[in-house]
């Protein structure tokens, strides 16, 4: 569980605090937290969150590894322009801490893209929203599915069946040939349908 955490950040419209999850993921810095666009961003019309700070492994009010602030804030800019589902997906390069960049600290796990769209994954998160209360790590599994899919063509969007993961869980890491502890970032916590709360969505990577 090291390498995944709780993300807490201010809303600069609103002024209020937020929740959501994110990921270590191993890069050239060793300082990349991954997770979704709208945890680091509003979407169009919006603006940057601020105060982001990253706490992998929270546990019930407790942080083992303590507090990472993030030092930028990246997501692709049809998030930025268009709050566009298949862009939601965000990176937040956090500083030191302990003097040890976070990789070298926690260990971090891979990325992958351009795998099927059938493939099978961990969703991970820390669901805030009823019946969950935000102060462990949840998981579910399955196999993804695009949201549509005609003759040789589908959707970048892609689903998880059974996997009631609720608001707060944004963000989570979607981890593909995945041991037990560690695998491939293949997607992120990004949404769900009102009408199918057993369902999660993520970009296709």
Request: proline share 3%; glycine share 14%.
């Amino acid at each position: 569980a090291r390498t995944s955490g709780k993300v807490y950040f201010t809303n600069t419209q609103d002024g209020y605090n937020y929740v959501c999850s994110a990921t270590i993921v191993n890069s050239q810095g060793k300082d990349m937290v991954w997770t979704a666009g709208h945890c680091v961003h509003g979407g169009e019309g919006g603006n940057w969150h601020a105060n982001w700070v990253f706490v992998p492994s929270y546990r019930n009010g407790w942080a083992p590894y303590g507090y990472w602030y993030a030092s930028q804030l990246w997501t692709k800019t049809a998030w930025i322009n268009s709050s566009e589902l298949e862009s939601d997906m965000g990176v937040a390069i956090v500083g030191t801490n302990y003097g040890y960049h976070i990789v070298d600290y926690l260990g971090g796990q891979g990325i992958t893209w351009n795998q099927s769209k059938h493939i099978a994954v961990t969703a991970l998160g820390y669901p805030a929203a009823s019946p969950y209360d935000g102060e462990s790590l949840q998981a579910c599994s399955g196999t993804t599915f695009p949201t549509w899919e005609f003759l040789w063509w589908s959707s970048d969007l892609i689903g998880l069946h059974n996997c009631n993961l609720t608001g707060g869980s944004s963000g989570g890491g979607w981890l593909a040939f995945f041991d037990g502890q560690a695998g491939y970032l293949d997607g992120n916590n990004s949404f769900k349908y009102v009408n199918d709360a057993d369902s999660i969505y993520s970009p296709y990577f």
